[in-house]
């Protein structure tokens, strides 16, 4: 075995190309692991794991590209290192061709009636972009993390005083007038509107809502920041008053975690005012009926989804309830387990998924702890071992520095599936898996053969280790809904209609009858 | 008095989206494939990836 490591200072690329290019180096004969990343500490960590522990990556600071190969024989390792050069050259322009735009100016010479810019630049240099598209008066989707909530009011401030939308930073999916924006999925047009600070919860109830049979008009996205004491909710308020405006929408729907309380004041107050129904989901968060007034409160995504198909006048009901096959199942599982095995594990690509869960659980069971706990206490390091009942959010920030997310890149969460499957007090991994634009192209395809390996790996050691998932998309999704829930099956994994049903799911695998009474009552 | 949108003009959920792409370059691709205008900025750190020279030249309005 031989390896090599090559530091390129200053050099840039954005981490879904440098993930295509070290997936195909990875493929290539004799190499055995693969890495192109930009040097973050988190991409630097990761390196030194996968047992590379050349001192030039401990060198490389976060604009420095890092390429790290392991091959069986120097020849495989040489021809690798080529590939990656001729990967990263960026190819002959055909004559006549001119260089791509290097700056918003220059690309709006190109097309100078642009209406949005899409801008996913890391954090640190996001505000200067998004400013700058502001400044010239056009709407901004800012998909970037990591920027201070300070940064954010401004931005925001500046962008409402204009009449101009600014959605994110931190922000996963938009779909504004039929037309998805960052990750999202393929949903049929109708009459039911959004404004979500919570991208996969957008994801998963305009899914539920097309799954039953009805249409999203808009979903706006605002970003995770937006419901926090500094921001004070100025996207979700603009994105109100829009659909209250906006003649194609008849319901409208708030999706957020709960939101600071100041702010959930305003953002209500805001509610309150539409002649439109209005349906609030804050997950898991208490609104008192004073605050609510005739505004419709939803516990679940999935409660989310269901009563706006109601408000809309939709025919067929989403079901929220497990059916009784589901529980049988669930509890043969249960039956199944060796001694000690008592906690679920949920291993989230999806941020509010991973919270929905939590708050599903919590009442259920004892306590869970999170990375992004829905209680402060519970709060335990994402690189720390799982404790008791676990909910992981693998697209948490410090998961995704330099890197793609995990709704792209399975790498991570496999690893941490893995480790699950040695934890003899494991008795369930949950998970969710998002299609749809931007997300992998086979995401039950990245899933099986870890799921397999793991479920061997339980089994060598006398344990069953059931896998629970539910998956958020559509048939017009590109990954093709059904084949991937297919997949995902035949690799053994229960595959639950949402995630609501899922966590209820892994929660009777993991406790039994001692909490089926419990799953019921709150299924009614 | 911050400049408002007047009744009756046109916000963003009633127009066709025309987009410029900071980044990612699959956002962009995805965007095409909806048969949406896209033009792509060839985008590089400012200053060689300094943060701090980066709000520097911001203040200064570059």
Redesign the interface.
């Given at each position: 075995m031989t390896s090599k490591v090559i530091v390129k200072k200053?050099t840039?690329r954005?981490?879904?190309?440098l993930m295509k290019i070290s997936n195909t180096i990875a493929k290539l004969p004799g190499i055995t692991q693969a890495a192109v990343v930009m040097g973050t500490e988190l991409n630097r960590r990761v390196l030194s794991e996968a047992g590379f522990a050349d001192a030039a990556i401990g060198r490389a600071?976060?604009?420095d590209m890092v390429v790290a190969i392991e091959a069986k024989d120097a020849t495989s390792l040489e021809a690798a290192l080529k590939e990656v050069e001729s990967l990263l050259s960026p190819g002959e322009r055909p004559a006549g061709e001119k260089?791509?735009?290097?700056?918003?100016g220059?690309?709006?010479d190109?097309?100078p009636?642009?209406?949005?810019?899409?801008?996913?630049?890391?954090g640190?240099?996001a505000?200067?972009?998004a400013?700058q598209?502001l400044a010239r008066g056009?709407?901004v989707f800012l998909?970037?993390s990591n920027v201070s909530r300070e940064e954010e009011f401004e931005l925001k401030r500046r962008a409402?005083?204009?009449?101009?939308?600014m959605m994110g930073p931190d922000c996963g999916t938009s779909i504004?007038?039929h037309?998805?924006?960052?990750f999202g999925n393929v949903v049929r047009e109708g009459s039911i509107g959004l404004v979500s600070a919570s991208g996969t919860g957008l994801q998963e109830v305009t899914t539920l809502i097309h799954r039953a049979g009805l249409g999203i008009s808009?979903a706006i996205g605002t970003g995770g920041g937006d419901l926090s004491e500094q921001v004070g909710g100025i996207t979700m308020i603009q994105g109100i008053e829009?659909l209250e405006?906006?003649e194609k929408t008849r319901v409208i729907v708030l999706i957020s975690k709960p939101p600071a309380p100041n702010t959930m004041g305003k953002v209500l107050g805001a509610a309150r005012r539409c002649t439109k129904p209005v349906l609030v989901n804050f997950l898991g968060g208490d609104v008192s009926p004073r605050m609510l007034g005739g505004l419709r409160p939803a516990n679940t995504l999935e409660d989310a989804a269901r009563e706006a198909c109601e408000l809309a006048g939709g025919k067929r009901r989403v079901p929220t309830a497990l059916t009784e096959a589901a529980v049988s199942v669930a509890l043969e599982e249960n039956k199944k387990l060796a001694k000690g095995q008592e906690y679920v594990r949920g291993l989230f690509a999806g941020g509010t998924l991973c919270y929905e869960s939590q708050s599903i659980l919590q009442p259920l069971v004892d306590a869970v702890y999170s990375n992004a706990p829905i209680t402060p206490e519970r709060k335990i390091s994402g690189e720390a071992p799982s404790k008791g009942h676990t909910c992981i959010d693998m697209g948490a920030e410090e998961f995704v520095e330099g890197r793609a997310h995990p709704m792209m890149d399975f790498s991570l969460r496999n690893l941490r599936i893995l480790q699950e499957a040695r934890d003899t007090e494991a008795a369930v991994i949950l998970l969710d898996v998002e299609l749809g634009?931007?997300s992998n192209a086979d995401p039950a395809g990245q899933l099986a053969p870890i799921v397999r390996k793991a479920k061997r790996l339980a089994e060598d050691s006398g344990r069953s280790l059931p896998f629970v998932a539910s998956v958020v998309g559509t048939e017009g999704d590109f990954q093709g809904l059904a084949r991937q829930q297919k997949v995902l099956s035949e690799a053994g994994v229960l595959v639950m209609p949402s995630n609501a049903q899922a966590t209820k799911l892994s929660a009777l695998v993991a406790s039994g009858t001692s909490v089926e009474a419990k799953i019921r009552e709150r299924s009614k | 008095m911050?400049?408002?949108?007047s009744k009756g003009e046109k916000?963003?959920?009633?127009?066709?989206?025309?987009?410029?792409?900071?980044?990612?370059?699959?956002?962009?691709d995805?965007?095409r494939s909806?048969d949406?205008?896209v033009?792509?900025?060839?985008?590089?750190?400012?200053a060689?990836?300094d943060?701090e020279m980066?709000?520097l030249l911001?203040k200064l309005g570059s």
């Amino acid at each position: 075995m031989t390896s090599k490591v090559i530091v390129k200072k200053a050099t840039y690329r954005d981490s879904i190309s440098l993930m295509k290019i070290s997936n195909t180096i990875a493929k290539l004969p004799g190499i055995t692991q693969a890495a192109v990343v930009m040097g973050t500490e988190l991409n630097r960590r990761v390196l030194s794991e996968a047992g590379f522990a050349d001192a030039a990556i401990g060198r490389a600071a976060g604009d420095d590209m890092v390429v790290a190969i392991e091959a069986k024989d120097a020849t495989s390792l040489e021809a690798a290192l080529k590939e990656v050069e001729s990967l990263l050259s960026p190819g002959e322009r055909p004559a006549g061709e001119k260089a791509p735009p290097a700056s918003l100016g220059d690309a709006l010479d190109l097309l100078p009636d642009a209406n949005l810019v899409v801008i996913s630049v890391p954090g640190q240099f996001a505000k200067r972009e998004a400013m700058q598209a502001l400044a010239r008066g056009l709407n901004v989707f800012l998909f970037s993390s990591n920027v201070s909530r300070e940064e954010e009011f401004e931005l925001k401030r500046r962008a409402k005083d204009k009449g101009l939308l600014m959605m994110g930073p931190d922000c996963g999916t938009s779909i504004i007038n039929h037309t998805v924006l960052g990750f999202g999925n393929v949903v049929r047009e109708g009459s039911i509107g959004l404004v979500s600070a919570s991208g996969t919860g957008l994801q998963e109830v305009t899914t539920l809502i097309h799954r039953a049979g009805l249409g999203i008009s808009q979903a706006i996205g605002t970003g995770g920041g937006d419901l926090s004491e500094q921001v004070g909710g100025i996207t979700m308020i603009q994105g109100i008053e829009l659909l209250e405006a906006d003649e194609k929408t008849r319901v409208i729907v708030l999706i957020s975690k709960p939101p600071a309380p100041n702010t959930m004041g305003k953002v209500l107050g805001a509610a309150r005012r539409c002649t439109k129904p209005v349906l609030v989901n804050f997950l898991g968060g208490d609104v008192s009926p004073r605050m609510l007034g005739g505004l419709r409160p939803a516990n679940t995504l999935e409660d989310a989804a269901r009563e706006a198909c109601e408000l809309a006048g939709g025919k067929r009901r989403v079901p929220t309830a497990l059916t009784e096959a589901a529980v049988s199942v669930a509890l043969e599982e249960n039956k199944k387990l060796a001694k000690g095995q008592e906690y679920v594990r949920g291993l989230f690509a999806g941020g509010t998924l991973c919270y929905e869960s939590q708050s599903i659980l919590q009442p259920l069971v004892d306590a869970v702890y999170s990375n992004a706990p829905i209680t402060p206490e519970r709060k335990i390091s994402g690189e720390a071992p799982s404790k008791g009942h676990t909910c992981i959010d693998m697209g948490a920030e410090e998961f995704v520095e330099g890197r793609a997310h995990p709704m792209m890149d399975f790498s991570l969460r496999n690893l941490r599936i893995l480790q699950e499957a040695r934890d003899t007090e494991a008795a369930v991994i949950l998970l969710d898996v998002e299609l749809g634009y931007g997300s992998n192209a086979d995401p039950a395809g990245q899933l099986a053969p870890i799921v397999r390996k793991a479920k061997r790996l339980a089994e060598d050691s006398g344990r069953s280790l059931p896998f629970v998932a539910s998956v958020v998309g559509t048939e017009g999704d590109f990954q093709g809904l059904a084949r991937q829930q297919k997949v995902l099956s035949e690799a053994g994994v229960l595959v639950m209609p949402s995630n609501a049903q899922a966590t209820k799911l892994s929660a009777l695998v993991a406790s039994g009858t001692s909490v089926e009474a419990k799953i019921r009552e709150r299924s009614k | 008095m911050p400049k408002k949108k007047s009744k009756g003009e046109k916000t963003i959920l009633s127009q066709k989206l025309k987009v410029v792409n900071i980044g990612i370059s699959t956002f962009g691709d995805d965007l095409r494939s909806q048969d949406v205008e896209v033009v792509d900025v060839d985008w590089k750190p400012p200053a060689g990836g300094d943060v701090e020279m980066s709000r520097l030249l911001e203040k200064l309005g570059s």
